[in-house]
């Protein structure tokens, strides 16, 4: 079994930054895909960023040119950095991870595991 392990969220102001973080841990044999996602109040789930275990990057056109999402696979922890916040932007952020857990390619099984989610408010 993955758990996920959020942290970063809080209140900011319009224009601010935060960092939010997201480790996973557990009987992991590999990861592929990384992502992060939000929920606003009201609104469906949607995709903010997402990163592959090559490295490619997509990314929400509302978040464009102000979110970066990096990974580090030596600690199996994605990122998102959220530059020049807008109050749009308010929303529970939750991390969502894709791979395979296992000892080895004999046993590995395919995962797909969601953080708890972390309040990212965006106020004056």
């Known amino acids: 079994q993955v758990q996920l392990v959020e942290s970063g969220g809080g209140l900011v102001q319009p224009g601010g930054s935060l960092r939010l973080s997201c480790a996973a841990s557990?009987?992991?044999?590999?990861?592929?895909?990384m992502g992060w996602y939000r929920q606003a109040p009201g609104k469906q789930r949607e995709l903010v960023a997402a990163?592959?275990?090559?490295?490619?990057?997509v990314y929400a056109d509302s978040v464009k040119g102000r979110f970066t999402i990096s990974r580090d696979n030596a600690k199996n922890t994605v990122y998102l950095q959220m530059n020049s916040l807008k109050p749009e932007d308010t929303a529970v952020y939750y991390c969502?991870?894709?791979?395979?857990?296992?000892?080895?390619?004999?046993?590995?099984?395919?995962?797909?595991?969601w953080g708890q989610g972390t309040q990212v408010t965006v106020s004056s």
């Open positions: 969502n991870v894709e791979g395979y857990s296992g000892r080895n390619v004999y046993s590995r099984k395919s995962f797909a595991s």
């Open positions: 557990g009987s992991i044999f590999s990861i592929n895909r």
């Open positions: 990163i592959t275990s090559g490295g490619s990057t």
